[in-house]
């Protein structure tokens, strides 16, 4: 590991374009540190074996649970604790930095179009 700094807003410019992008940035541990652009909605999913740790830096998240939602803010930060159900969304969109294990599917434990298998690096 290199013992430099991480300047996210330029990291932030090397994600590909559209609605949905993410990218690793750090790794402490064994934890992956990914800096996610997100506008729409994301799919119901767990993560049986993880919590899920979401830092808004810009914008809006809409964190939904089944029997309530929690609005996220910029310079807020909201952890999923492993096994909850939940679903990301957001109408003008937003820029998070999301903290877990490294490996852990974006999905979670479900399979489908938004599933990335691998998460590259930026």
């Known amino acids: 590991m290199r013992l430099e700094k991480i300047n996210l807003l330029e990291k932030f410019e090397q994600l590909p374009g559209g ?14 540190f990914k ?14 074996e993880t919590d899920e740790t979401f830092i808004l830096l810009e914008g809006t998240l809409v964190m939904n649970f089944r029997d309530r ?14 096994g909850v ?10 820029k998070a930095l999301l903290i877990e ?7 979670g434990d479900i399979q489908g179009e938004m599933t990335l298998q691998r998460i590259e690096w930026v």
């Open 85 to 94: 159900e939940h679903k990301p969304s957001s109408g003008n969109g937003y």
């Open 35 to 48: 800096i996610v652009r997100f506008k729409g909605d994301f799919v119901w999913h767990r993560h049986p």
């Open 101 to 107: 294990p490294a490996g852990v599917l974006n999905t």
């Open 69 to 82: 939602t929690v609005e996220v803010h910029a310079g807020e930060m909201i952890v999923v604790p492993k």
């Open 19 to 32: 609605n949905y992008a993410v990218g690793v940035v750090a790794k402490m541990n064994d934890y992956e």
